[in-house]
């Protein structure tokens, strides 16, 4: 099994940051690739990026890239999303999830982690 375990959420200003992680770990954990997704309240769940384990990264638009930061350390199974300049909109809950083959689905997702953006 694979679980994956995120943290790092919580409540800032508009303008404030903050610094998500996830941790995967199980025998068969060997992703291909991670990503954040997120669900704003009463919206779909939106892709906001993804990174390969050779480090190709992929964001959803311009403006998450100018504000969000993917990274991961190989070692400790992690990805981390930075986020910076936080505005009200990004509130949501975060969601980390792997796949293990490019153009496969994503396939594990870990609970979630809540993010809240006051003005």
């Known amino acids: 099994q694979v679980q994956l375990v995120e943290s790092g959420g919580g409540s800032v200003q508009a303008g404030g940051s903050l610094r998500l992680s996830c941790v995967g770990s199980?025998?068969?954990?060997?992703?291909?690739?991670m990503a954040w997704f997120r669900r704003a309240p009463g919206k779909e769940r939106e892709f906001v990026t993804s990174?390969?384990?050779?480090?190709?990264?992929?964001y959803s638009t311009n403006s998450m890239k100018g504000r969000f930061t993917i990274s991961k350390d190989n070692a400790k199974n992690t990805v981390y999303l930075q986020m910076n300049s936080l505005k009200p909109e990004d509130t949501a809950v975060y969601y980390c999830?792997?796949?293990?083959?490019?153009?496969?689905?994503?396939?594990?997702w870990g609970q979630g982690t809540q993010v809240t953006v006051s003005s």
């Open positions: 999830t792997s796949r293990r083959a490019p153009g496969t689905a994503w396939q594990h």
């Open positions: 990174i390969t384990w050779s480090g190709t990264i992929t």
């Open positions: 199980g025998r068969t954990f060997s992703p291909d690739a």
